[in-house]
């Protein structure tokens, strides 16, 4: 890969056209509350979207558009190259070739404000009916909570460069780019078949930091430090 010459940080607004729903694991379940109640942060109570849940769905969207069925794990492709090979054990002690870190995103101060005054969970609680297939009737009622529509989040993001992408670094944010698009064309989070999920992006910041640069000046090239 050669040496780390960049790394762009990209922030987004993410707005929820639809509600959203991402869930923990199934250990959450409580028998007569929500069922699987979406993801909380402990500290404010409130609703947030795990780096690694976003990461996933930006990845699968552009494995599905290449007619991927699974992870790629070649390590040579441009997924492979944005998003890290997928696991195996020959590789495991490589240093890893991720080049995107999706950091965990949280509601904006506005949406804050707004939902603290109407939702003070930061959830709308929402009562479905789960149909019988074979009989077309309805057998229970569960309930789930979802993030609700109107709701926005700011999307953090870091692309790094290496030396070897140096030609390569439109090709990285051009598919980056469409990964997003990808994404509000189909939906994030659980219940996107029931219409849950629909999102759009905005994009807000764009910062690029030299780390080259910044190693020349600081002489940490030249063994100094
Ligand atoms: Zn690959």
Do not use: W
Request: charged share 30%.
């Amino acid at each position: 890969m050669g040496k780390l010459i960049k790394i762009i940080n990209i922030t987004k607004l993410m707005k929820l056209k639809t509600g959203l729903r991402i869930v923990g694991s199934d250990d959450e379940i409580k028998i007569g509350g929500i069922d699987n109640p979406v993801i909380k942060d402990p500290l404010t109570g409130l609703p947030y979207i795990p780096g690694s849940s976003l990461k996933g769905v930006l990845r699968s969207s552009l494995e599905i558009a290449r007619g991927k069925e699974e992870v790629c794990s070649c390590g040579e492709c441009i997924i492979c190259k944005i998003f890290g090979k997928a696991n195996n054990k020959e590789t495991e002690n490589l240093r890893s070739h991720t080049r995107i870190i999706v950091r965990d995103s949280f509601l904006t101060e506005k949406s804050k404000m707004i939902l603290n005054e109407i939702l003070p969970f930061g959830v709308e609680i929402k009562k479905e009916n789960s149909i019988d297939r074979i009989k077309g009737t309805s057998t229970s009622l569960r309930t789930f909570d979802r993030i609700p529509a109107g709701c926005e989040f700011e999307i953090n993001l870091a692309l790094k460069i290496f030396e070897e992408d140096k030609d390569k670094e439109e090709d990285l944010l051009n598919a980056l780019n469409l990964a997003f698009k990808l994404v509000e064309y189909n939906y994030i989070g659980s219940g996107g078949s029931r219409g849950y999920g629909q999102v759009t992006f905005t994009e807000l910041k764009y910062e690029e930091f030299d780390v080259a640069k910044k190693v020349k000046e600081l002489s940490i090239d030249r063994g100094n430090l």
